[in-house]
């Protein structure tokens, strides 16, 4: 089990270096931080890893979720208004 403090450090970066993706326009540069990371720490970048690929495969979930909602509504003439 992963330490708590451990785990708060990783979630906080993952949402940091997610912010800082999108806002610089690289989609990987969380693997250059992990690699910075796992030079001092390989508990810290395999919990950073994981936060990171939960937020994005949650993002890559609901984007699916919205296009097959769109694509139904779109279909059933709903539009979801």
Known sequence: ????????????????????????????????????LGAASQTLEEAFLTAVRTRMAEVAGRNFLMKKLDAYRAAQGTGGE
Not at 12 to 35: H, N, S, T, V, Y
């Open 1 to 36: 089990m992963t330490d708590p403090a451990v785990q708060q450090m990783a979630n906080k970066l993952a949402d940091d270096c997610i912010a800082a993706q999108a806002e610089i326009g690289d989609d990987r540069m969380f693997m250059e931080l992990a690699q910075v």
